[in-house]
């Protein structure tokens, strides 16, 4: 008998223990991407290998990501995950989860972890860092980088016959935003967008002096600043923490980083954003709930932010992974003193809407059709007018 009944939970307990594989092996998460600019797939496996938890890839382009969330938020049928830039938190639509402070990790930096805050709460969980502009010159014939752009207009010069000496994108209003940030004033306060008329028109009579000064050509966009740094044929660029790693490689020695000038006493202040984990239609709160959760700890763990760098080439938010980063790479440690200046892309959909009156006003401006205070007005203007138009939308 006690043979029988010994065999008999032994029996139920290879039962149990193949019913909880079963459903291990079953359980699931769909997480969006874009596919463009990082390749998460190892992390994704080394996940599912640990946990047994699979994960169905929703990758769309970059500039379809967006129109694509907000469409499957109107037919109800979103994914569990997204991985998306912090700016994307404010899209009140996708119903993201409030992050419990103990789902977010103590050695998360401050900054990151500051940055997917939107209203009073954590809307998302940092998985990347950076997406700030900086300073690469040429050491061929640049020594040592400037401070100020005092100092950067004296090198020219210097320059062998023929060199440019600097590019950026002039009408990419992410780097335009740079120089407005430099006076202390937000595009967004309290959720309003509001753009202080001084320091916009301060921003676009120093941003006009800078280009008249430096020669800048103006017409020369993104992938035209990247092939005349590459060539050669100009000496120094400001461009985003992303190329950092190609341009080492490309460069090797040639290459310097700095943080961007300082406009006499102002210090530039480019905006940053991580890429983010987040969880639509108010995610946490469903069955999937403890499926999240050890899908955010995993993304958070030592484990992945210690290969970040060599797997996406782009900065881990955990502060003890970035202080080894930085131990035996100057340049690196450049990158990471980058983020010191910056400030954090505001959470909030009427960025969208500053960033098209912003262009609006710099084009018209550039042409001669508005002096720089008509301009700023106008931003605010066309900032205002989306903003209405986008609520009454909505609302019917």
Known sequence: MFNVLKKSITLLALVISVVSNAFANSASLSVAVGIENYDFKPFFNEFTHKTGIQIEVMAFENNELKSQLLQ????????????????????????????????????????????????????????????????????????????????????????????????????EMYWFAAFYNSFDEPLIRAGYATIDPEAMISSLLMYDELKQKSHLDIECNYSCMVEKFESGNVAMVINGSWIF?????????????????????????????????????????????????????????SQVQNQVWARLHTLPVRQDTLDKLSHNDSNLQLLIDGLENTVALPNDTAMAYVWEAMLKGITRYEAGIMNAAQAADYMQYVTNKSINHAKQKHSN
């Open 72 to 171: 499957k938020a109107n037919s109800a049928s979103l994914p569990d995950v997204v991985i998306v830039p912090s700016d994307y938190l404010g899209l009140e639509q996708l119903q993201f989860s409030t992050i419990p402070d103990n789902w977010l990790n103590q050695a998360l930096n401050p900054k990151a972890r500051e940055s997917t805050k939107h209203g009073s709460g954590y809307k998302g969980i940092p998985f990347i860092f950076g997406n700030h502009l900086l300073l690469y010159y040429n050491k061929k014939w640049i020594k040592e980088p400037p401070r100020t752009w005092t100092e950067l207009f004296n090198l020219a010069p210097k320059l062998p016959l023929g060199k440019e000496l600097i590019a950026w994108n002039y009408f």
């Open 245 to 301: 790693n190609k341009w080492m490689d490309k460069m090797g020695e040639d290459i310097g980083v700095a943080n961007l000038p300082a406009y006499h006493t102002r210090p530039m202040r480019s905006f940053y954003s991580p890429h983010v984990i987040a969880f639509p239609n108010e995610g946490i709160e469903g069955k999937k709930k403890a499926l999240l959760k050890a899908f955010s700890q995993f993304i958070q763990s």
